[in-house]
């Protein structure tokens, strides 16, 4: 196959756009409503985004994921055996039955005892007006590109005050929060700060990434809950 031009390898409209799974090359790719999403060139900040939060975590045992992609962040945290049970939460339904059709080898395998997928929009589940129900030790959010660059508009209440309120307020005592941005994001900060009771730690992790000839700076946005873990 040509690596400059794509192959198709699945595309299923949704009533939030179009999702489709191409490959070019050796290289996956998730395109959202024709919009870029992700691909396979550089997976590490989505590898970093469960490590980093997991290493701060003494017993992270019950984890929520805010967006499959295509799949690093899940197997990242399944990877930590301190882990007992992941729920990873997805709007579009079609990437869901294209990992448990083991489409892509990406993606596929996932589900498994310890982990399970669910087609709902998370803001939904933070709110508790969907399904899993927490709490959760650690919650992580990489729904979209980060404020700044959504692909979906609907996702901007995920990063204002009341969407960082209701993910706060899913945590366990003690839980961690920690939000995946494409980009530094000050506002973000801001309203984690502004949500954060006064024992709560927030904190900004600058991931500085070389991609395809360009320096960015990728970001989480962390807040931890205060209390006793396990208490």
Do not use: I
């Not at 060139?41 to 994921?65: F, G, M, N």
């Not at 967006?67 to 579009?92: C, I, Y």
């Amino acid at each position: 196959m040509d690596p400059a031009r794509p192959e198709t390898l699945a595309r299923e409209k949704t009533p939030d756009g179009e999702v489709a799974l191409r490959r070019r090359g050796d290289v996956l790719e998730l395109v959202v409503d024709g919009t870029f999403a992700m691909d396979t060139v550089d997976t590490s900040t989505e590898v970093l985004l469960a490590t980093e939060a997991l290493h701060r975590h003494p017993a992270p045992a019950h984890v929520l994921v805010g967006g499959l992609g295509l799949g690093f962040t899940a197997r990242a945290v399944l990877d930590d055996p301190r882990v007992r049970h992941l729920d990873v939460v997805e709007l579009a339904a079609p990437l869901v039955a294209w990992a448990r059709d083991g489409l892509v080898p990406e993606l596929a395998g996932l589900e498994d005892g310890r982990c399970r997928l669910h087609v709902a929009d998370v803001a939904q589940v933070l709110r508790g007006a969907a399904g899993p129900a927490g709490p959760w030790d650690v919650v992580l959010l990489d729904v979209d590109n980060g404020p700044g660059f959504l692909v979906h508009s609907r996702n901007a209440g995920l990063y204002a005050a009341a969407g960082l309120a209701a993910a706060r307020e899913v945590l366990a005592p003690g839980g961690l929060l920690v939000v995946w941005s494409s980009h530094r994001a000050p506002d973000l900060l801001a309203d984690l700060r502004a949500v954060a009771e006064p024992t709560d730690a927030v904190a900004e992790v600058a991931l500085p990434v070389h991609r395809e000839g360009r320096d960015l700076d990728y970001a989480l946005y962390l807040l931890r809950r205060s209390g006793m873990v396990g208490g």
